[in-house]
């Protein structure tokens, strides 16, 4: 009963207000708050704000998902025997895990600046001074900011790729072995598979998570250069202190309304896949 209370205080009630308002024209600059029907998605569409964050939204959780899985999943096969050293590098890998989102990114907004640590080191490497600005540009903006926030989530991914590894019985490692498979021929046909259920946590975590991702942007490039990585979140914090209470509102209802229509389809396909296996 407790619980139930606490989800109703803290989840259901606010979800409830949101969607209300979602459908009013609540503004910083009336009194007044009545309904507007669906004006307020009307004009966020039609201003392009829906639109690009969606998009925005979506190939920011792509580029987060797929270098978040390779990489983890390259430092799980690494790291899956437990010695002294894979211990070490396991907790060295985990532990962006526990700095707070902000502060990651304001370390790594830091690190990329035209004069910050990447570019001096890159100079060293190739002639001249190399001072590209990293957050400066459209393109690489939304690559980096990606980036960062699959490099501060790849160690939880990868603890669960190290139990999935060594969750697969070591006979059948075996019998393939004696059978003349390789160590690609084992990994693709044996491991792979018997990863599903590493692959359907990580790749739902990652990427519904991602469609919810506002910390790191905010911390690098506050949704710049211009609107290039201003995802739903972000577009709802601007609209928000711009005092289009209502239009904020809307933007929330769609992030919700996104996370939802994604997931559940997406853990059902993940786990018809493990039955099949």
């Known amino acids: 009963m407790p619980s139930l209370a606490l989800i109703v205080v803290f989840f259901i009630i606010p979800f409830v207000f949101n969607a209300g308002f979602a459908f009013s024209d609540w503004t910083s600059f009336s009194d007044a708050i009545a309904f507007n029907g669906l004006d307020n998605f009307r004009l966020i569409t039609d201003l392009g704000i829906l639109g690009h964050a969606i998009e925005v939204t979506v190939i920011y959780a792509l580029v987060v998902v797929v270098v978040q899985n390779v990489v ?56 001249g001074h190399f001072d590209y600005a990293w957050l400066g540009n459209a393109t690489s903006a939304l690559i980096c900011t990606a980036a960062i926030e699959a490099w501060k989530w790849s160690g939880l991914a990868t603890l669960v790729y190290v139990a999935g590894l060594n969750s697969v019985p070591r006979p059948i490692i075996e019998a393939a072995t004696m059978d003349g498979a390789a160590g690609w021929t084992r990994f693709w046909r044996i491991k792979v598979p018997l990863l599903i259920p590493a692959f359907t946590f990580n790749l739902v975590i990652g990427f519904v998570g991602t469609l919810s991702a506002f910390d790191v942007i905010m911390a690098t490039t506050s949704g710049g250069p211009g609107n290039a990585t201003t995802v739903l979140n972000v577009a709802l914090f601007q609209q928000y202190g711009l005092g289009f209470f209502g239009n904020a509102s809307a933007l929330s209802l769609v992030v919700t309304t996104l996370v939802v229509a994604t997931a559940v389809p997406l853990v059902a396909f993940m786990r018809r896949r493990e039955v099949a296996l």
Do not use: C, E, K
């Open 72 to 127: 983890s999943l390259g430092l799980a096969t690494l790291l899956q025997t437990p010695s002294r050293r894979t211990t070490f590098f396991r907790t060295l890998f985990f532990l962006p895990v526990l700095i707070s989102p902000l502060a990651a990114g304001y370390i790594w907004s830091a690190m990329l600046r035209p004069n910050g640590p990447v570019n001096s080191a890159i100079s060293v490497l190739v002639p």
